[in-house]
């Protein structure tokens, strides 16, 4: 079948790469895809991914089998929907099944009326209230915008001034714009953070292999929150009994709770995790596969992705046998000088065929041609995956990748899996 994939970043780089292999995979496409995606698949400009009566006019006439989005802007806005009316197969969650990843609210709310582990709260659409709160809790706590940040919309504040001044930036200065209108303040969780991805078609839910990403800029977890400067799989810190109580008590009664709602939920669930204390406890969902644990974890998956996703579309996914590597995987990114913040764009990469030649994968997430060089064109420039046989390996494979390549202000993590270490 004639397959498309929606999106442009390492995420979906990583989806077309893995999906490219499938038996199933006649023709790829990519709305609108990126260079590394140009491999394996024909990159579409032109269409905007927030354009659903476009998507579904192109995904027609060039008789697509399978729509698999990445992002999570197009699976809030209703793209799933409109192309299973069209009659059209897609991979992801509804309108109304993304909710759980566009409102924080809903998905806090969903945790407390089903009794699923999550860290205490408040809501709060009143600054000033909202300010009052934090005087008496105290800190370390945390504030998040209601809706989509682009997984940036989150404040761990150390003391009383700073999360006052996350409130008057996300609501008043509108620094997520109308994401921030509402807020959560929540308490702070204090251990380890894991993330578990997982298949579900509405009834089963299989976990893929946890991850773990650094969020943190800096080394050591220092610096701003960012949309993930690498991560590894496995997570030594999601044990046999750890994951199984994260099924157990997070996962199934999720997709339940979606259910009693009325909700069928199907495609990829993301539960970032904290283990407190050997418990696992929802700091976030999100409606879609992770940046950067995609590129972790898919590498790792044995099975034909294809295959899954329409397990998931059809309701058959207790048929699949899912079964992954025992090996491991690590994904440095390589990001631009100043991300998250401001950083200049236009420099040109050297070495990408070097790191390839020593083993790794490269997976694109914000590169751009400029005649025959390849330039930077975004905050998170490069994944550098490796897989081997453990987690020491996989990093050193990776990071002499990273050494082999270059571009003006290459700012990267020299960290990568310390907790794993």
Not at 19 to 48: D, F, R, T
Not at 260 to 275: D, H, P, S, V
Not at 368 to 378: P, R
Request: hydrophobic share 40%; aromatic share 6%; glycine share 10%.
């Amino acid at each position: 079948m004639n397959i498309l994939i929606i999106g442009s970043g390492g995420r979906e780089h990583t989806l077309a790469w893995k999906i490219s292999q499938s038996s199933k995979c006649e023709k790829l496409y990519a709305i609108p895809g990126n260079l590394g995606i140009a491999e394996v698949a024909e990159c579409i400009e032109g269409i905007s991914i927030n354009d659903n009566s476009a998507v579904i006019d192109f995904a027609k006439s060039h008789e697509i089998g399978l729509v698999v989005i990445g992002p999570e802007a197009p699976l809030v806005n209703g793209l799933v929907d409109d192309l299973t009316a069209a009659g059209i197969k897609a991979f992801g969650p509804t309108k109304a099944a993304a909710q759980i990843e566009g409102s924080k609210i809903f998905a806090k709310n969903l945790m407390k009326k089903y009794n699923i582990p999550t860290a205490t709260y408040e809501i709060f659409d009143d600054v000033n209230k909202a300010c009052r709160y934090i005087k008496a809790a105290g800190t370390p706590i945390v504030v998040k915008a209601d809706g989509l940040a682009a997984g940036k919309g989150v404040i761990v504040a150390q003391t009383v001034d700073e999360a006052i001044n996350a409130v008057f930036e996300v609501m008043e200065q509108k620094s997520f714009g109308e994401a921030g209108s509402r807020i959560v303040i929540e308490e702070f969780m204090d251990g380890e953070e894991a993330s578990v991805l997982a298949f579900t078609d509405g009834k089963t839910i299989i976990p893929m292999v946890p991850s773990q990403d650094h969020k943190r800029v800096n080394d050591g977890d220092k610096g701003l929150n960012t949309g993930g400067m690498g991560a590894y799989a496995p997570a030594p810190i999601m044990t046999e009994e750890i994951l199984k109580k994260a099924e157990d008590k997070i996962l199934k009664p999720t997709i339940a709770a979606m259910s009693k709602e009325g909700i069928n939920y199907k495609g990829c669930l993301y539960a970032g995790l904290m283990i407190v204390n050997g418990e696992p406890k929802v700091v976030e969902f999100n409606a879609r596969f992770g940046d950067p644990e995609t590129q972790v974890v898919l590498p790792l998956l044995e099975n034909d992705l294809v295959d899954i996703m329409l397990a998931c579309i059809e309701e058959n996914l207790d048929t699949q046998k899912i079964e992954w590597s025992s090996d491991s995987a690590v994904c440095i990114v390589l990001a631009s000088g100043g991300y998250p913040q401001n950083y200049k764009k236009g420099f040109e990469i050297d070495g990408i065929n070097k790191a390839k030649a020593l083993g790794n994968l490269i997976f694109h997430a914000g590169t751009a041609k400029a005649g025959n060089k390849i330039v930077t064109n975004g905050g998170r420039v490069l994944g550098v995956v490796a897989r081997a046989d453990n987690i020491k390996s996989a990093v050193d494979k990776a990071y002499k990748g990273v050494e082999v390549i270059h571009f003006d202000n290459m700012h990267f993590r020299k960290d990568i899996a310390y907790r794993a270490l």
